[in-house]
């Protein structure tokens, strides 16, 4: 089993319906959403599995001491410390291979954010075994990211972190152009929208390769200043 602490907006909200549609898939109840798409399902079946999110912080094993109730009371305490901010959300753009929903501008407040939960939730965290280090590829990482993911079972935290909710796997350029138009109908009204970072969610993979389903969420509970 592992767990993950990510971010994804309520369940009923309109980018949370979308973004279900869109992958075939609800991570709240692991429900279809749709009638299966031969051309689409398997461009979508990465993010699919892993539901509709924002890494914070990066799938890990639990530690032998620790249990999965640690580790929600621990979110608990965590989200009601948080004040809910927003940030301009984006139309689906090409991070390397694949296609993503990212922040229209940087944000402080999201780095801020993810450093403070890697950092919080370390304690409950197994360090990586090879395997799951070798399925990083270190050998395309920089030396700073292997260092991250040797230390904290994620290369890409810290000054690496890049907050994106992904909405497709690795594609070839021809079909990356090919689903582009379809993407920009889906997700093209929440250009400019105000996305509230105002919650977190532990989504669990009860066993290897098994979809990720919604365990809890919690709210932000501190009133901004």
Not at 5 to 16: C, Q, R, V
Not at 155 to 182: C, I, K, N, Q, W
Request: proline share 10%.
């Amino acid at each position: 089993m592992r767990a993950a602490i990510y971010f994804t907006p309520p369940a009923g909200s309109a980018l949370a319906q979308a973004a279900a549609q869109w992958l075939g898939r609800n991570p709240f109840d692991g429900e279809p959403t749709r009638m299966p798409d031969e051309q689409r399902d398997p461009l979508v079946a990465s993010p699919a599995r892993y539901g509709f999110h924002a890494t914070i912080v990066a799938p890990f094993r639990l530690i032998g001491t620790s249990h999965l109730e640690d580790v929600d009371a621990r979110l608990a305490e965590f989200c009601a410390s948080q004040t809910p901010f927003e940030v301009t959300a984006a139309v689906p753009r090409a991070l390397g291979a694949f296609f993503a929903l990212v922040p229209a501008e940087p944000s402080a407040k999201l780095q801020t954010l993810e450093e403070a939960a890697v950092r919080a939730f370390a304690p409950f965290r197994a360090q990586p075994t090879e395997a799951e280090i070798a399925r990083r590829r270190p050998e395309r990482l920089t030396e700073r990211q292997r260092d991250y993911l040797a230390e904290w079972g994620y290369p890409y935290v810290f000054e690496e972190f890049r907050f994106h909710m992904t909405l497709s796997g690795a594609l070839p350029a021809a079909e990356a152009e090919t689903l582009r138009p379809d993407l920009e109908a889906a997700f093209g009204g929440f250009d400019g929208q105000k996305l509230a970072i105002d919650q977190l969610a532990i989504f669990v993979e009860p066993e290897p390769e098994a979809p990720f389903r919604v365990h809890s969420v919690h709210r932000f509970e501190t009133l901004p200043s």
